[in-house]
């Protein structure tokens, strides 16, 4: 699976934003979906993932109720709605795929065997 995030860029406090991720290959559907994001210095973090049918979702704590992660298997694309953005938000994003999770999730960042180049978003305050 070849993966291309896109989306990301400047916004201001409280805005929303949408990155996309698309997926090569027939067997998106198999995969299970996540976006982690990393900040010069720290370690890549999980943000959110989608099992393979969509019917699980998972979130990291700091982003509960404000981000949405969905997907398309009809067009091999994965999804992160940002709402109500805050300066901490602020990294690149990273989508990634992992066929082997059945239909669950996972926040572990070495589950993963697939990954986008990242997007990169920036929130000014």
């Known amino acids: 699976v070849q993966l291309q995030a896109y989306g990301g860029g400047l916004v201001q406090t409280g805005d929303s934003l949408r990155l996309s991720c698309a997926a090569s290959?027939?067997?998106?559907?198999?995969?299970?979906m996540a976006w982690f994001r990393q900040v010069p210095g720290k370690e890549r973090e999980f943000v959110a993932a989608?099992?393979?049918?969509?019917?699980?979702?998972g979130y990291a704590e700091f982003v509960q109720g404000r981000f949405t992660i969905y997907r398309d298997n009809a067009k091999n694309m994965v999804y992160l709605e940002m709402n109500s953005l805050k300066p901490e938000d602020t990294a690149v994003y990273y989508c990634?795929?992992?066929?082997?999770?059945?239909?669950?999730?996972?926040?572990?960042?070495?589950?993963?065997?697939?990954w986008g180049q990242g997007t990169k978003v920036t929130v000014s305050s």
């Open positions: 990634a795929a992992d066929p082997d999770l059945q239909d669950s999730v996972s926040a572990y960042r070495s589950v993963y065997d697939y």
């Open positions: 290959g027939r067997t998106f559907s198999s995969n299970t």
């Open positions: 989608i099992s393979r049918s969509g019917g699980r979702t």
